[in-house]
């Protein structure tokens, strides 16, 4: 017998109808006509004319022969590179149509991303972290966990080792009775697999017949389920052994028009005639009883029903609660009684990305049921909201059976990759494994409760986030005030090759336009996320520009994820009682606590983040070197190896050794002052990395002896670590190579955080370093960045407190990254109990980076910095992005000392683990 792994085939189906794009880009006409023209005036030298014409967008937006005057809308991304440069002549704004998509709970984000997965079967991947809320109510209040070290599964989503998404519907008995020959005599057991943990819930009661088909066929194709209502399915002639009939009472006699011998025949509410008769007629089916999900379980247990469909509505509201609390509070009563093992739970309502299937399986549903995101993808709309059952108003397009079917499927393989994704970082080697594992899961009341005790609740809790605001109307752009080339200067582009004559004006054009928008009464229109708003990125540019905060027109401090650091603050003293000016404070930390190895300090509480060549330019890097000699502190070379051209900047520079081990040779080993194991990082939390092929070019391949233009894996998790004690070889290999180095160990942060700390610190390392879940530079599946593993907020007061009460708190160094966006967050993560915090986005900020997310498209960031080519590479000058980065770090310590002053404190090594003088600002928490 020849064994297959189960795999769902996928192929591209484009949408039917048009889906609105989700920039529009406005041009003043006249203002460029001028602007081209002045250029033309303006410019000297040869390839004048290709100059003034060459176009900002690497996208080809502007790529007709008229360029601006008839921009291609579809093909714009939102990088905004070309309203940087020209914010007077070019506007992005988001396509006030996108907003009427989906309703008040499936957000246009997330149809965006379900018609991304219909389309190409494929795993959403974006760059630049997460960008969304902290928190929320419903699955945004759950994280799933990850396996730091030790981990069964390695890689499934890539097929080396198989995870299997299968699981058992039906009844089973609790025990089984044998008799002398071995054979059943009691009760057996009835159930049958399917190999996804999801099937397809019962279409709109409007529904045509070829969305019907469409559900069956897609259901066979994956090996699930559909249940269509019993009348559909003698009306249409449906039948197979994925069709689940749903009969309601008073149907008694059609049941027995069915052409097939159906696996599951559904009851649509509790009727005890009803029941007995589909058991009689079917014997060898497993019958679920739909109810709603807020009804109690046990009567119907005790009258013999043991496969229950748990509903609730299209918003996942079950009566008072949310779909997940009373799935919670299900499964804990069925595992109370000791009877859990012989039911299965199915449950429906609200489950419309991918990462709510784990969690809805986490609660303790057996299979998970779709509805609402099957329909976005066959293209349907919603008329208003699309919440309760009977009143939901949604209409179908026209399409053919094989194009809807196809859809499905993708959809369903871009679910089950991301569950395998989820699995895996977890350590699982099988969905069914998952089922109630509450304990792998963190829920975000509880967190907060844990790590913000003590910390008073100052104000009530802030408005929910939700439709509302992105409902608004979109408000009218504003220009920017007209910026001659000729009145700006352009003393590069008299010489030089064509190509450096145009890289020189965009380059000059960007640093205008990076210099000038956060001084604008207003925004750009496109810019900013929730934890990054635009403020945050116009204050970014501003303090690499000016060394300092800016006036109270931008928000620098915080930004509106409603929860962690945007809800923590600070209780300062009154004015009277701050620190004089005079008084000197003190913001140097030591990397080095223990009373053995190079003491090594710091000037400032914060130093560079690993960022790989590869995934951003030498550029990048040596900017970043250099700023950090500037500094006496540190930057990192991350895990693509170590370039010559860094060599000068040696002893400020940290070398990674990760588990692809790309470029790691003992004379980088050597010479890096910090050597950084990187076990997992917080962007993709228990997953490896991956550089895409576009981005091994042959320099970046010869770095990471690799063949160029091949994709490269860095495998999760080292394989050659499954103990604290083969943790400790490693470094004792690389004391060996290097005695003087500082071990420092990168890790993610899962709900046993604080016991991996304590791990690294028995394994000889100086720092932990913990990596938060939000934060991260490089591309990651977007299920990894919000979904798996805490937020660096709850991550640090856990591991600073079992360090306190281990009693190694002073041997052991805590640096935390990942959603470290301003001095304000760099104070808090030191209040909360890190010594000090590690920078990554923050600095691309600065190198005028704008969280567009692309960077893993095409040619790479359009800015040069997320990019090995070598055009864009050469928008960022070293010289130039190092002193953007060194004002920042002027800016960060003028207010971090600010901030040390208000609170009396005269050293930043007195604020570690000060939560006394942090106030939260409402949110979810509750006390306890
Ligand atoms: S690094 Fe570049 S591509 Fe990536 S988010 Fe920033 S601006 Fe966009």
Redesign the pocket.
């Known amino acids: 017998m020849v064994f297959h792994r189960f795999h769902i085939d996928t192929q591209e189906a484009p949408e039917r109808y048009p889906h609105p794009s989700r920039f529009r880009v406005r041009v003043k006409k006249l203002r460029l006509l001028f602007m081209v023209a002045e250029e033309l005036l303006h410019l000297r030298g040869p390839g004048r004319v290709q100059v003034a014409l060459s176009r900002p967008c690497v996208y080809g937006v502007f790529g007709r022969p008229v360029g601006g005057l008839a921009p291609i809308h579809e093909k714009c991304v939102g ?3 070309c309203t940087t440069q020209y914010p007077h002549v070019v506007q992005i704004v988001p396509n006030p149509q996108r907003q009427n998509l989906g309703d008040a709970y499936l957000n246009p984000d997330w149809v965006d991303t379900i018609m991304l997965e219909a389309r190409t079967g494929r795993v959403p991947v974006r ?2 972290g997460y960008r969304g809320p902290f928190g929320g109510q419903g699955w945004d209040g759950m994280w799933t966990d990850m396996s730091e070290i030790v981990r069964p599964t390695r890689d499934g989503i890539h097929g080396r080792e198989y995870i299997s998404t299968l699981v058992d519907i039906g009844e089973k008995p609790a025990f089984l009775n044998l008799d002398a020959g071995g054979q059943i005599t009691g009760p057996k057991p009835k159930t049958f697999s399917m190999e996804v943990p999801f099937f397809y819930d019962l279409p709109p009661a409007n529904a045509p017949r070829r969305v019907l088909q469409t559900l069956v066929e897609a259901a066979a194709r994956v090996d699930s389920l559909a249940f269509v209502p019993l009348s559909q399915v003698l009306r249409y002639g449906l039948a197979g052994p994925q069709v689940v009939p749903v009969v309601s009472p008073g149907q008694e006699t059609s049941l027995q028009r069915l052409t097939f011998t159906p696996r599951l025949v559904e009851l649509s509410s509790w009727d005890a005639g009803l029941f007995a008769h589909v058991q009689k007629l079917f014997p060898q089916a497993v019958v679920p009883v739909r109810l709603p999900a807020a009804q109690d379980l046990w009567p119907l247990f005790t009258q013999g029903v043991r496969v229950f469909h748990l509903e609730a509505n299209y918003h996942g509201q079950a009566g008072e609660s949310f779909l997940g609390e009373r799935l919670r509070a299900v499964h804990d009563a069925l595992v109370r009684k000791g009877v859990r093992e012989e039911v299965t739970l199915l449950g429906s309502g609200g489950i419309v990305q991918a990462e709510h299937v784990p969690k809805a399986i986490i609660c303790g549903l057996d299979a998970v049921g779709l509805d609402t995101a099957l329909w976005v993808a066959l293209q349907a709309r919603f008329y208003g909201q699309c919440r309760e059952r009977s009143q939901a108003q949604v209409r179908f397009p026209r399409f053919p059976v094989p194009w809807g079917v196809q859809r499905l499927t993708n959809l369903a393989a871009a679910w089950r990759d991301q569950l395998l994704e989820v699995l895996g970082a977890m350590g699982l080697r099988e969905v069914r494994r998952l089922r109630g594992e509450v304990g792998r899961c963190m829920f975000q009341a509880e967190a907060e409760r844990e790590a913000f005790a003590g910390i008073p609740v100052v104000e009530p809790p802030a408005p929910a986030r939700d439709g509302e605001a992105r409902k608004q109307l979109p408000q009218p752009v504003q220009w920017a005030p007209v910026v001659w080339v000729r009145r700006a200067g352009h003393p590069s582009l008299t010489g030089g090759t064509l190509e450096e004559r145009i890289v020189a004006k965009h380059r000059h054009a960007l640093h205008r336009g990076f210099a000038l928008w956060p001084q604008l009464p207003f925004r750009p229109p496109a810019l900013g996320d929730a934890r990054w708003t635009a403020d945050l990125i116009l204050s970014g540019w501003y303090q690499a520009q000016h060394g300092c905060p800016p006036e109270e027109h931008l928000e620098y401090r915080v930004g509106r994820s409603g929860g962690g650091f945007d809800l923590l603050d600070f209780a300062f003293l009154p004015p009277d009682q701050w620190l004089p000016e005079d008084v000197p404070i003190d913001t140097s930390i030591p990397l080095n606590r223990r009373p053995y190895d190079p003491q090594i300090v710091i000037p400032i509480p914060w130093y560079g983040a690993g960022m790989s060549f590869g995934s ?1 330019s030498e550029q990048v890097m040596l900017a970043r070197a250099m700023v950090a000699k500037a500094w006496n502190t540190f930057t990192s070379t991350g895990e693509g190896g170590y370039p010559d051209a860094l060599i000068p900047y040696a002893r400020h520079v940290n070398t990674q050794v990760a588990t692809g081990m790309f470029g790691v040779r003992e004379e980088t080993i050597a010479r890096a002052p910090i050597v950084e194991f990187k076990y997992a990082q917080g962007a993709k939390p228990g997953l490896g990395g991956h550089l895409l092929g576009d981005k091994a070019t042959v320099a970046v391949a010869k770095m990471r002896e690799s063949v160029p233009w091949v994709s490269l894996f860095s495998p999760f998790p080292f394989h050659s670590v499954y103990s604290v004690e083969d943790h400790k070889k490693h470094v004792d290999w690389i004391k060996a190579i290097n005695p003087e180095a500082l071990i420092s160990v990168k890790v993610s942060t899962p709900t046993d955080v604080d016991m991996v700390a304590v791990g690294s610190y028995y394994a000889g390392a100086h720092i932990v370093h913990l990596d938060g879940s939000y934060g991260g ?1 490089g591309a990651a599946p977007e299920i990894a960045k919000k979904n798996i593993a805490l937020p660096i907020e709850l991550a640090i007061p856990k591991v600073h407190r079992f360090l306190l009460a281990e009693g190694i708190r002073d041997q052991l160094v805590i640096m935390a990254s990942g959603g470290i966006r301003t001095a304000y967050d760099i104070a808090k993560a030191i209040a909360l109990g890190a010594d000090g915090c590690i920078l990554g ?1 923050a600095e ?2 600065a190198l ?10 095409g040619r ?8 090995t080519d070598p055009e864009l590479s050469l928008l960022v000058d070293p010289e130039w992005g190092a002193q953007r980065l060194s004002n920042l770090y002027e800016s960060y310590r003028k207010q971090l000392v600010q901030i040390l002053r208000r609170l009396g404190l005269k050293s930043v090594r007195e604020l570690r683990g000060r939560t006394d003088l942090l106030v939260y600002k409402g949110g979810h928490r509750r006390e306890a």
């Open positions: 990088c905004l590179r760059g630049a951003v530079t986005t691309l900020i005028g980076c704008t969280r567009c997310s692309n960077c893993e498209r790479g960031c359009p800015f040069g910095l997320t990019t």
